[in-house]
């Protein structure tokens, strides 16, 4: 079982970091469009649509990698003071009532949303040449969809702890870098002297 929870967690994982490099992508179409702007004269109409839809294919991209690392923003602040069987019962509950229903609405109102949008070949109306829009649009079910998949992988989760009064491991992930384990591993820290 935890051969699968790792698999939809490296789906989720491979998915947000290929759609991170949009941000790279969105650098420089800034910076190029800034560049064209001041010392061309020259500016694309369309620069500003394609801004937005990169931002946001992103950022809806995301949502799936934040969860397999279980990086989303908790708003109690007791949370973290609680048992983790405590804690794998709200998430469950959680999860249920409001993620579930909440996402299965985002994942059928984004797929009706995104085939109008293919039906009629949208473009965008914010500029005269705007690009097209389904492109973009068809990312919302898509990202609902990853979403939803790994819900239920942390529904599981729960479950597991739950039952062993542990949280079940998760994949590894990039960490923040600790400057002293750093010193430590490149050999700078003999004895406190740095």
């Not at 800034?30 to 369309?46: M, S």
């Amino acid at each position: 079982m935890q051969n699968v929870l790792f698999f939809v967690d490296r789906v989720s994982s491979l998915v947000g970091q290929a759609f991170s490099w949009l941000i790279v992508a969105l650098t420089f179409l800034i910076a190029w469009e800034v560049f064209a702007r001041y010392a061309f004269n020259a500016p694309n109409p369309w620069a500003f649509d394609l801004m937005i839809m990169m931002y946001g294919a992103a950022f809806m991209m995301a949502g799936a990698y934040t969860l397999a690392k279980n990086g989303h923003v908790r708003g109690d602040v007791l949370y973290t003071f609680f048992p983790p069987r405590l804690q794998a019962g709200l998430d469950l509950v959680l999860y249920i009532v409001f993620f579930i229903p909440g996402v299965v609405a985002l994942v059928w109102a984004g797929y009706t949303y995104a085939a109008e949008s293919f039906a009629i070949r949208e473009h965008s109306t914010l500029t005269a040449n705007g690009p097209p829009l389904y492109p973009f649009k068809m990312v919302i079910p898509l990202a609902g969809v990853l979403l939803l998949l790994q819900g239920c992988v942390e529904i599981v989760r729960c479950v597991a702890c739950l039952r062993r009064g542990a949280w079940p491991p998760r994949e590894p992930d990039v960490e923040e870098v600790d400057v002293d384990k750093l010193k430590a591993s490149v050999g700078t820290d003999r004895g406190g002297a740095a």
